[in-house]
């Protein structure tokens, strides 16, 4: 029997290209373009940190709750699932203080709601994204 890493390492790269903007890269994925939003003097229709962060949390409950139906044997067809982030002034600084993700399900004939509910309250009680929330932040800056 194989054991798992009990910790991963996710290593991402952010350039600045101009203007209020950048490009985040990852190895062996499609480079994001990625600027500072529209609300706070930035570009309209380029994703922001603020979008990646309430996105992580919505593709975090899909992926843990596809991880969990999967194992449950949950039939259904479709998952969509929008999610909105509140962002506002508290304490002299801005910080999200509440996501609000709302997921569409369509099962399959014969599926019970209850069991698809369940489900999906267990992968957001799971969901390590929004379990890590509050995770620590520290900088190791090089200045040339």
Same mark, same amino acid.
């Given at each position: ?62 992926? $843990? ?5 999967? /194992?449950?044997? *949950?039939?259904?067809? =479709?998952?969509?699932?929008? !999610? +909105?982030?509140? @962002? ?8 999200? $203080? ?5 997921? /569409?399900?369509? *099962?399959?004939?014969? =599926?019970?709601?209850?069991? !698809? +509910?369940?489900? @999906? ?24």
């Amino acid at each position: 029997m194989a054991i798992r890493a009990k910790s991963y390492r996710y290593t991402i790269s952010v350039r600045w290209t101009g203007e209020k903007k950048g490009a985040l890269t990852a190895d062996g994925k499609p480079p994001v373009e990625v600027a500072t939003p529209p609300e706070f003097k930035g570009h309209e229709g380029i994703w922001s940190p603020e979008d990646l962060y309430v996105a992580s949390v919505n593709a975090c409950i899909m992926s $843990t709750f596809l991880a969990f139906a999967g /194992r449950a044997g *949950l039939a259904f067809e =479709e998952y969509e699932s929008e !999610a +909105e982030g509140l @962002l506002e002034f508290v304490d002299d600084r801005f910080v999200f $203080t509440k996501i609000v993700v709302r997921p /569409r399900i369509v *099962l399959r004939p014969g =599926e019970e709601r209850a069991k !698809a +509910e369940e489900i @999906l309250h267990k992968a957001e009680r799971n969901c390590l994204v929004s379990n890590s929330i509050r995770t620590e932040v520290a900088l190791e800056p090089t200045i040339v």
